[in-house]
């Protein structure tokens, strides 16, 4: 089992800069792919990029693709989201999950963290 406590949310002028942070508690962190999702105010949860076990793939929705890059530090167990050239469409709660399943984190991961509200200002 596995525990994640999101960090790092605030508020951002258009075309700023963030770094989210996931920490997980847990031995068997590297055991688990982990991805990124928000959910902005009357929308869905969306899926925003997910990591490998061992990082040495991810993967990202076309919205952010170019702009976030995703990656993570087993050896501290934190997963980290850095959002570049924020816009006022990404302002949403942001949530990391994880899955033993690299398929799975992006549609059924097991366990979720809190969140962390990102507001971008035009």
């Known amino acids: 089992q596995v525990q994640l406590v999101e960090s790092g949310g605030g508020y951002v002028q258009v075309g700023g800069s963030l770094r989210l942070s996931c920490a997980a508690s847990?031995?068997?962190?590297?055991?688990?792919?982990v991805g990124w999702f928000r959910q902005a105010p009357g929308k869905e949860r969306e899926f925003v990029a997910h990591?490998?076990?061992?990082?040495?793939?991810?993967f990202y929705a076309n919205s952010v693709k170019g702009r976030f890059t995703i990656s993570r530090d087993n050896a501290k167990s934190m997963v980290y989201l850095h959002m570049n050239n924020l816009k006022p469409e990404d302002t949403a709660v942001y949530y990391c999950?994880?899955?033993?399943?690299?398929?799975?984190?992006?549609?059924?991961?097991?366990?979720w963290g809190q969140g962390t509200q990102v507001t971008v200002s035009s």
């Open positions: 847990g031995r068997t962190f590297s055991s688990y792919a």
């Open positions: 999950a994880a899955s033993n399943s690299i398929i799975l984190v992006r549609t059924r991961p097991d366990y």
């Open positions: 990591i490998s076990r061992n990082g040495d793939s991810t």
